[in-house]
């Protein structure tokens, strides 16, 4: 009984460990939206949206990069299994492509705290993918959680509602909720890898892709300003979010994640109004309470039964928590959490969890 007290107690701290990942993730991506927004105010994505799309990320690849450099004290390669590298790949695709073109479109027409509302759906894509596709498990608080968001979007897009929730402003928003929903689906495949190297290797990839199209499609190189803002608003936004994210998905599992991850356009949406005075209407405020109570119930969700965990080895970071231990084949110096392959065996118990790289299992 005393070890299931010290194992309920350790699980609860990494939902807590994890939940602030999402949350972190939430806060840095939802604050760069508006001022991504400033951007295209600044002329840089009114020609090119693959341009600024492309800076975002290769802000977010170049900063990514060198805290890798810096914490290994040089290059190290990576160890991704084999049959990890197509989920980066399409991961990369899906989010360092397709997803940030579609939003500089959809913000070039629409307002920005219109747009931080109406990326909520991504969560709600995510969790969809996340259960039709990828078999994760899920309840009723949840999915009641998910309406609530997704009747939040329809008010923005209701007739008589702000005339930016019409067009091909909301469409590209939609396209670019798609895309992000399918990477994070993918990226969930490897987020026992380094976050770091997932998130950088991302940016990169995508932003010089991004770059490239919009230099070739007759973009004019930005000032030296706008440059610099729109690398460090990569960086923070997409860069340090994304890294944030991948963790959170470690311990959360997709759709959980995205359900925290939903609170990104509340604080965008506030940003837009706070520090750039746009306008708003009944239907905004009526659309941000649904969601609101939307994400509430994601937040205050619990998930607790009797489980069993098959046999499995696998690395990545961890603490030695009651699913890690095992024995070290090396001399260990005590530090947590560390990295290094390791075996699960057979265990069958009950602690609050959620669907991460540890809990598969089916629901009977």
Same mark, same amino acid.
């Given at each position: 009984?005393? /070890?299931?007290?010290?194992?309920?107690?350790?699980?609860?701290?990494?939902?807590?460990?994890?939940?602030?990942?999402?949350?972190?993730?939430?806060?840095?991506?939802?604050?760069?939206?508006?001022?991504?927004?400033?951007? *295209?105010? !600044?002329?840089?994505?009114?020609?090119?949206?693959?341009?600024?799309?492309?800076?975002?990320?290769?802000?977010?690849? =170049?900063?990514?990069?060198?805290?890798?450099?810096?914490?290994?004290?040089?290059?190290?390669?990576?160890?991704?299994?084999?049959?990890?590298?197509? /989920?980066?790949?399409?991961?990369? $695709?899906?989010?360092?492509?397709?997803?940030?073109?579609?939003?500089?479109?959809?913000?070039?027409?629409?307002?920005?705290?219109?747009?931080?509302?109406?990326?909520?759906?991504?969560?709600?894509?995510?969790?969809?993918?996340?259960?039709?596709?990828?078999?994760?498990?899920? !309840?009723?608080?949840?999915?009641?959680?998910?309406?609530? *968001?997704?009747?939040?979007?329809?008010?923005?897009?209701?007739?008589?509602?702000?005339?930016? %929730?019409?067009? *091909?402003?909301?469409?590209?928003?939609?396209?670019?909720?798609?895309? /992000?929903?399918?990477?994070?689906?993918?990226?969930?495949?490897?987020?026992?890898? !380094?976050?770091?190297? @997932?998130?950088?290797?991302?940016?990169?990839?995508?932003?010089?892709?991004?770059?490239?199209?919009?230099? %070739?499609?007759?973009?004019?190189?930005?000032?030296?300003?706008?440059?610099?803002?729109?690398?460090?608003?990569?960086?923070?936004?997409?860069? =340090?979010?994304?890294?944030?994210?991948?963790?959170?998905?470690?311990?959360?599992?997709?759709?959980?994640?995205?359900?925290?991850?939903?609170?990104?356009?509340?604080?965008?949406?506030?940003?837009?109004? $706070?520090?750039?005075?746009?306008?708003?209407?009944?239907?905004?405020?009526?659309?941000?309470?649904?969601?609101?109570?939307?994400?509430?119930? +994601?937040?205050?969700?619990?998930?607790?039964?009797?489980?069993?965990?098959?046999?499995?080895?696998?690395?990545?970071?961890?603490?030695?928590?009651?699913?890690?231990?095992?024995?070290?084949?090396?001399?260990? !110096?005590?530090?947590?959490?560390?990295?290094?392959?390791?075996?699960?065996?057979?265990?069958?118990?009950?602690?609050?969890?959620?669907?991460? @790289?540890?809990?598969?299992?089916? +629901?009977?």
């Amino acid at each position: 009984m005393v /070890w299931l007290v010290g194992s309920t107690s350790k699980s609860m701290s990494t939902l807590h460990r994890a939940a602030l990942s999402a949350l972190g993730a939430a806060i840095l991506f939802g604050a760069s939206t508006p001022f991504a927004k400033q951007l *295209i105010g !600044d002329g840089l994505a009114t020609a090119s949206p693959f341009l600024l799309a492309g800076l975002l990320y290769l802000g977010s690849g =170049l900063g990514l990069t060198l805290m890798r450099l810096l914490r290994d004290r040089g290059w190290k390669p990576i160890e991704l299994p084999r049959d990890e590298w197509p /989920w980066l790949l399409g991961a990369i $695709a899906f989010g360092g492509v397709l997803g940030p073109l579609s939003l500089m479109v959809g913000l070039s027409h629409s307002t920005a705290a219109t747009a931080s509302l109406f990326l909520n759906l991504e969560s709600v894509l995510t969790a969809v993918l996340a259960w039709v596709v990828f078999r994760e498990s899920t !309840d009723r608080r949840i999915v009641l959680g998910m309406l609530m *968001i997704v009747a939040g979007g329809a008010v923005l897009a209701w007739p008589g509602g702000e005339a930016s %929730a019409f067009g *091909i402003g909301p469409l590209a928003l939609a396209g670019a909720c798609l895309a /992000w929903a399918i990477d994070n689906n993918l990226t969930r495949k490897v987020s026992a890898s !380094d976050a770091l190297f @997932i998130a950088g290797s991302k940016g990169l990839v995508a932003g010089g892709v991004n770059t490239g199209l919009g230099l %070739a499609l007759g973009a004019a190189w930005p000032t030296g300003g706008v440059l610099s803002a729109a690398l460090l608003v990569g960086f923070l936004g997409y860069g =340090l979010s994304l890294v944030l994210f991948v963790l959170a998905l470690r311990g959360l599992g997709t759709a959980r994640t995205g359900a925290y991850f939903s609170t990104a356009p509340f604080v965008g949406a506030a940003i837009s109004i $706070a520090v750039f005075g746009e306008p708003t209407s009944p239907a905004f405020w009526f659309a941000a309470a649904l969601m609101a109570v939307g994400v509430w119930l +994601h937040l205050t969700e619990k998930h607790q039964h009797e489980h069993e965990h098959l046999p499995m080895s696998h690395a990545h970071p961890h603490r030695h928590d009651s699913h890690h231990q095992h024995m070290h084949e090396f001399e260990w !110096d005590g530090v947590e959490p560390h990295t290094h392959p390791h075996p699960h065996g057979a265990l069958k118990h009950r602690h609050p969890h959620a669907p991460d @790289i540890h809990h598969q299992h089916s +629901h009977s």
